[in-house]
Each structure stands twice: as C-alpha cells, then as structure tokens.
Nanobody, 124 residues
Framework: QVQLVESGGGLVQAGGSLRLSCAAS????????MGWFRQAPGKEREFVAA?????GSTYSVKGRFTISRDKAKNTVYLQMNSLKPEDTAVYYC????????????????????WGQGTQVTVSS
C-alpha cells in the first residue's frame, strides 16, 4: 500500500520561502508520477506541480514553485519562494502510475494515492 506523508508546512510572512516534503513508501515508484495539489478554504483542490519519478521531468503551474525528488530518500519536495497570502492552503502530495509518452497527470482524479496534507499559511 502506498503511503505519503507530507511535512514542512507552517506560518511564513509574505515574500518568504518554505520547502514541503512528501515521504513516500510502500512500493517502488519508478513508474509513478508524483504531484502536489493545494486546497484553500471554500475552494476546489487545484494542481500545483508534478514530477515523473523515473526521469525527473517536471511540470509546474506556479513559476515560483519547484518540484523535485530524491530517489535515495523516496521523497518529493516542493520548494516555494516569494510566497503570497493567496498561497495559503492545505498542500497535498499525490501519486499514481503514469504512462510514458503522455503528459504528466494534472487532474486530481488521475491520482489514486494521497497524503493527509500540510497547512501553509502566509501572512501579509
């Protein structure tokens, strides 16, 4: 069973940075894509970034955010810079098998496995 555990959230002032971590366990992830989503109060869960575990290729909709992975630690990271109050949300890590030769998955229903989320609050 895939398990994803996020950490690294917290309270930060606008303009600051945070690095979120997602520790993955339960199987080998070579054929997987890992993603980060976020959900603000009263809003839909939205895609932030994804990475293909095997190649490290990435896609992000936030230029200030960078996704990466450490194969040795089985961990995915989301580096968030120049944070804004509108980045306040619960951030979730997600994973699922991803076919080669197609774009990285970006819809939440393309991911079967989810972490419990970590709160990020950006104060103005």
């Amino acid at each position: 069973q895939v398990q994803l555990v996020e950490s690294g959230g917290g309270l930060v002032q606008a303009g600051g940075s945070l690095r979120l971590s997602c520790a993955a366990s339960g199987r080998t992830f070579d054929s997987y894509a890992m993603g980060w989503f976020r959900q603000a109060p009263g809003k839909e869960r939205e895609f932030v970034a994804a990475i293909r575990w095997s190649s490290g290729s990435t896609y992000s909709v936030k230029g200030r955010f960078t996704i990466s992975r450490d194969k040795a630690k089985n961990t995915v990271y989301l580096q968030m810079n120049s944070l804004k109050p509108e980045d306040t949300a619960v951030y979730y890590c997600a994973a699922d098998v991803a076919r080669l030769g197609v774009p990285l998955p970006r819809a939440k229903d393309e991911y079967a496995y989810w972490g419990q989320g970590t709160q990020v609050t950006v104060s103005s």
